[in-house]
């Protein structure tokens, strides 16, 4: 089985644009979630989708914005970049069912760099 | 708060060694999960091991065992017979369940080197 593919793989934006991340989760799973790493702040949680809904939001300024779409896969949109959402953005799908339901897998993440 | 706390910002081991990773975590739910992911050079983020926190027996897998102490809110990794390729960072989080999300919240991270 595919695992978690993120696309795309590197970034470079200027201050002031908008960028529009990817994520195609495993087949068959139905949950994915953003999170943003950086060296300074480390891991955070940006949203959760599940069926094209949100479950929930962390705590991002609203030029961090997502969506599910019917098939699962995910985007992310960051408007009007600053310096500081250069990070590796990452994207993990689950199933929230069965055995392994809270499992989340990651995919390999979009590294952004705002100039 | 939930929170997670790795005391240990780097760890270094001997190739063939048993190496501990210490975390604690603060949560008030009672149902939750708590896992170790360890993200090598490639950035690639690979879960290692899950345990359930109404589980009282520890989680293993192959070279990897956790020791859970509940009422210390308490999650340490060890690894046995330590490899070169255990090299990497090492994040514990966890996640509650039965509620209205998935979110991991994750601890800052130890950087294991393994030495040959």
């Known amino acids: 089985k595919a695992g978690v593919t993120q696309t795309p793989r590197y970034l470079i934006k200027t201050r002031g644009q908008q960028v529009t991340l990817s994520c195609s989760p495993i087949?068959?799973?139905?949950?994915v979630s953003w999170y943003q790493q950086t060296p300074g702040q480390g891991l955070q949680f940006l949203f959760e989708y599940f069926s094209e809904t949100q479950r929930n939001k962390g705590n991002f300024p609203g030029r961090f914005s997502g969506r599910q779409f019917s098939n699962s896969r995910s985007e992310m949109n960051v408007s009007t970049l600053e310096l500081g959402d250069s990070a590796l953005y990452l994207c993990?799908?689950?199933?929230?069912?069965?055995?392994?339901?809270?499992?989340?897998?990651f995919g390999p993440g979009t590294r952004l760099t705002v100039t | 708060a939930q929170t997670v706390t790795q005391s240990q910002p780097e760890m270094s081991v001997q190739e063939a060694e048993t190496v501990t990773l210490s975390c604690t975590y603060d949560?008030?739910?009672?149902?939750?999960?708590l896992f170790w992911y360890k993200q090598p050079p490639s950035r690639q983020m690979i879960l290692v091991i899950r345990?359930?926190?109404?589980?009282?027996q520890n989680a293993t897998e192959n070279r990897f065992s956790v020791n859970f102490q509940k009422a210390a809110k308490s999650f340490s990794l060890k690894i046995s017979d330590s490899q070169l390729g255990d090299t990497a960072m090492y994040f514990c989080a966890f996640s509650h369940y039965g509620g209205a999300t998935n979110k991991l919240i994750f601890g800052t991270g130890t950087l294991l080197a393994v030495q040959p």
């Open positions: 949560t008030s739910e009672n149902n939750y999960y």
């Open positions: 087949s068959g799973h139905r949950s």
């Open positions: 345990q359930e926190a109404y589980k009282q």
């Open positions: 993990a799908s689950s199933t929230l069912s069965g055995t392994a339901a809270y499992e989340q897998y």
